[in-house]
Every structure is written in C-alpha cells, then in structure tokens.
C-alpha cells in the first residue's frame, strides 16, 4: 500500500503541512508514503504538440508498433515522477488556490497527464494492469469558499486523465501566511482524515469503493463538484437540463432545488473510462472535420496564409 503526497504550495507553507498531516495519518495505517513539492522538479509546460495522442491513435490503429511516451520526457522530471505516481495506490494532492482555481504550479504538472492517459495506454497495451488509485485533494487558500470557488473542482477535473478515482475532498480556509494552518486543530483534524479514508478506500475492494467525504459537499449528486451550468447540446446533440461541469453528469433540479441525475445522465461521467474514450471519437472527428475542409476547401489555405501575415510588434 504506496500513497504520494504531492504539494504544489510553498516549501514548508500551508499545503506542504496538510499533505503532511494526512500522510502521517495513513503511514499510521499502515502506508508506505512519499511527498514531493512540485517546486523541486523542473516540470515543462505542455507543448500543446499532441503527439501524444497521435501516437497512441496510432498504435491502436495498427500503424506502429509502441508508443514512446511523452515527447518531453528526456528534458525533464515527469517522467520519474510519472513512474512513482504509477507505482501508488492513492495519492493526497495539496495545492494552493490562486484566482480562484489550483495554482500554475499545478496546473502545469497536472496538464502534461495527457501523454499518460491510463485509457488509452490501457487500450493499446502500454500498461499492462489498472492501478485503480485513489485521491484525496485539498485546496488551501487565504479565504473561504467565496474566494476558492474553483479549486477543488479544477483539482478533481485533473484525476480523470488518470482514471484516478476521487474519494474525498476538502478546502482549507482562511490561511494566508506559510504556517497559518498550525493555528487552526479543525484543518488538521479534516486532513487527517482524509489520509485515513484514502487508505480506507484503497482497502476497498474496487467496484464497492464510494464517496468518504462530507456526504453534503458540492451540488453534483454524482462527484459532490459545486458547479453546475444550464445544459447545451452536445457535438453529438444530447443534452441534459442541467450538468455538472466537473465530471459531466447530465442533472434536472428537483421540487426541493437539489440535483438529481437524469436517466441516461451518467454517459458522459468522465469518471468512467468508456465516457472518455467517446469523447476521443469527439476530437477525432473534430480533427477529421478540419482536415477535410483543409483539403477540399481552398479559401480555408488563404485564409491560414493570411493570417500568418498579419503581423504586430511583440514585445
Ligand atoms: C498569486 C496569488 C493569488 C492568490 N489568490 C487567492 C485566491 O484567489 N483565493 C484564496 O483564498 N487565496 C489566494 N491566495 C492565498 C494563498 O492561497 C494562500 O496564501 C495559501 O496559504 C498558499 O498556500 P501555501 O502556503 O501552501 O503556499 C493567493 C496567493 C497568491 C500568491
């Protein structure tokens, strides 16, 4: 039983505290734990090249034999990161709220998942066996909720890549200043907790594992995220009344203003494998779209031509 205890705070600051807390509360459970602090490691931002996704594509269509990876991985320290992180049953993120949502520092860790896609590696053969993790996220900020309202729900948005299943959550509030969390027992005491239900979760077999958190938290029946949006139509045209923006659960809102799910409401739950593998069918056919345009289409040459033009002073 491995659990990694990532922080994307300041060394020694309030998120480094909470992870560590709640690291201490599953060694005392019997984990073997890690930590690392995002701030040690040189972690490029994703190029955006797509490569990755290409060559997975590729594989699965049979026209090349491996997949190599992410195409950063030579230059710089995800990769041995991505190697632990893959080797652990449950990981405890702690990440300070910036603007409202997860740090850069974060972000830009979280964002290179793309090249690890469990799913996709899954599907043609990269990896062998389902890790089945497990997460417990906090947010820290120096305010309340008012003030963090979208960092729990970016931090969760970034376990699907992973098909790490999240099982609790929680926002530290009002600390400011490194350190201020030791002034305040029921932040301690919340993130002990949490240490403890990812172990308890990881002791669960895996299809009976549930939600450990505040079984009040968030509007979305399905992933306990606080935001919701009035539905749109899809690129296929389904649509729901309601949906969650986190894990896109398709929502109504009742008599007694709860949500509930809708039937047929959790085929796009990216929680689930199946549902993100469709939305691949989405951007391959977006991709194909465009290409076909492209090359049928001239003006959509002169209008790229054009553009690569236009020119202003930079800076
Ligand atoms: C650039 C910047 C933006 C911030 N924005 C917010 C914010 O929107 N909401 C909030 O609650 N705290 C905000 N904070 C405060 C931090 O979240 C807070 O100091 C936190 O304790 C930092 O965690 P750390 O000690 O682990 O680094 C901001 C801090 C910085 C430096």
Not at 2 to 24: P, Q, T, Y
Not at 33 to 50: A, H, M, R, S, V
Not at 174 to 196: A, D
Request: net charge negative.
């Amino acid at each position: 039983m491995k659990v990694l205890g990532i922080s994307a705070g300041r060394h020694n600051g309030n998120s480094d505290i909470a992870v560590k807390e709640a690291l201490l509360a599953a060694q005392a459970k019997g984990a073997e734990c890690i930590f690392i602090n995002l701030f040690d490691y040189n972690i490029l931002p994703c190029t955006g090249c797509e490569s990755c996704t290409m060559m997975m594509g590729d594989v699965a269509m049979g026209k090349r034999d491996d997949y190599p990876g992410c195409v950063l991985k030579a230059k710089d320290d995800m990769e041995k990161i991505m190697d632990v992180f893959q080797s652990c049953n449950g990981l405890i993120v702690g990440c300070p709220t910036y603007d409202l949502a997860p740090s850069s520092m974060y972000l830009r860790f979280a964002q290179r998942f793309l090249a690890y896609e469990l799913a996709f590696r899954l599907k043609i053969g990269a990896v062998k066996v389902n890790p089945h993790m497990v997460a417990g996220l906090i947010a820290v900020g120096g305010s309340c909720h008012d003030w963090q309202g979208l960092s729990l729900e970016v931090l969760s948005a970034s376990m699907f890549t992973t098909s790490v299943h999240v099982i609790d959550q929680y926002m530290v509030t009002r600390v400011g200043q490194p350190g201020n969390i030791v002034t305040h027992p029921e932040h301690l005491e919340r993130v002990h907790k949490l240490g403890e239900n990812v172990v308890e979760a990881i002791q669960t077999p895996v299809e009976e594992r549930k939600w450990l958190g505040d079984p009040d938290m968030g509007l979305c029946p399905n992933c306990h995220g606080g935001l919701v949006f009035k539905g749109e139509p899809h690129w296929d045209g389904i649509e729901f009344p309601y949906e969650c923006a986190v894990c896109g659960a398709g929502l109504k809102l009742t008599a007694d203003g709860k949500f509930e799910i809708v039937e047929n409401g959790l085929c796009r739950d990216r929680n689930v494998d199946e549902a993100r593998g469709y939305h691949l069918d989405e951007i391959v056919a977006t991709r194909m779209d465009y290409y076909r345009m492209r090359d049928t289409d001239p003006s959509v040459k002169e209008k790229l031509a054009y553009y690569r033009e236009v020119k202003f002073p930079a800076i």
